[in-house]
């Protein structure tokens, strides 16, 4: 059953490809341009945005405000996809990034959502009881220290810049960029030096 299921799927798409040509929206260039962007993006784009961003100020202040175009200049294709927006992690406030209505995640720069941020359970947690939610995670912030919940939506992509761990001056991007994954990225764990490969 599942075969046939699977043929008939592939057969609609098709179709729908054979339509966006015909109508002018897309042509098999593009159509097969933008598969190839979704599957490159990972959580090692974000990563390496963040680890650029600890290292190069200007780069840094691009990217906080105007994540889009940090994000191209960089090399990462953000056309025709929602803004991305990056909230900076400080000593004082916590950034944790939540789609509350399904599952708006910046693909584009931390590549499919993890299933646990799908979860009802994580975004009902996430607005309710962020604390907690962070503590499961192994996450436990100072108590000085404000979480901020921000939801990202289908006009609007969030990412978050984790504050750089301390012990990691001197070390070059790549390394840095190694010690993050979405976790960190959408803010329900803390980057640490010990994590280094």
Request: net charge neutral.
């Amino acid at each position: 059953m599942s075969a046939i299921v699977e043929a008939d799927g592939a057969r609609l798409l098709g179709a729908l490809r054979l339509l966006l040509a015909e109508k002018g929206i897309a042509t098999p260039e593009e159509i097969a341009e933008r598969i190839a962007l979704t599957e490159r993006a990972s959580p090692k784009l974000g990563a390496a945005l963040a680890a650029r961003a600890w290292c190069e100020p200007a780069f840094r202040t691009r990217l906080l405000a105007d994540g889009t175009a940090a994000a191209e200049s960089a090399g990462i294709a953000l056309r025709g996809l929602p803004p991305l927006g990056v909230l900076e992690n400080t000593a004082a406030v916590h950034h944790l990034v939540v789609c509350t209505l399904c599952s708006c995640y910046p693909r584009a720069v931390l590549g499919y959502p993890p299933h646990w941020f799908k979860s009802s359970t994580y975004r009902a947690r996430a607005v309710r009881d962020p604390r907690g939610l962070l503590a499961e995670w192994g996450t436990v912030l100072p108590e000085g220290q404000r979480i901020r919940v921000v939801d990202s939506t289908a006009d609007f992509r969030w990412m978050v810049l984790p504050r750089r761990p301390a012990g990691t001056e001197g070390w070059d991007q790549d390394r840095l960029a190694a010690l993050l994954d979405e976790r960190h990225l959408i803010g329900v764990a803390v980057p640490s030096a010990e994590a280094s490969p």
